[in-house]
């Protein structure tokens, strides 16, 4: 494998290891949310992640980079992990466990936006990534990144409102 292709597969490794967690939380905040608005604002969201998952491992095969599973295992934890934050209460949720979970579900979609941007600059060179499908990926991410953002000024307004 070239010096390219080793820091190329890193470099989405790392993605593929955000991906998890980010589709893991998605999924949990839409089920779990105490505003119904909020968790069916999520849900389509929470879909498109893991979709958008399955096209970056799809990327990666058609690149034959391989996923290495303790990049997965770290990602999946790493979301399991987060939920042991402090956030001002033991036993039960904080008013800022929302808001904190949608930050970090923004932060992990500007991520993959990045991600896909990458992708994009280098599909002028690299005949197996087609430019289209990251154009289309990479609009989808703006979309839920505009919803994220919605989503968490509302609830920062209700955090900060009611604390």
Known sequence: MDERSHLL???????????????????????THEDPAV????????????????????????????????KVVAGWLSEKAARLKTNGRLVRR????????LEMLRLGVEGKAAAWKTLRLLADNEPRLESQRLDTLLERAGRQLRTLEELRLQQAGTTFRHA
């Open 39 to 70: 968790s069916s604002a999520l849900g389509p969201i929470a879909a498109e992640i893991a979709q958008d998952r399955s096209a970056l491992l799809e990327i990666m095969s058609r690149l034959d980079l391989p996923v290495r599973r303790h």
């Open 94 to 101: 904080s008013p800022l466990s929302s808001l904190l979970e």
């Open 9 to 31: 597969g890193i470099y989405l490794n790392d993605h593929v290891a955000g991906s998890f967690a980010g589709t893991d939380l998605a999924r949990r905040m839409a089920k």
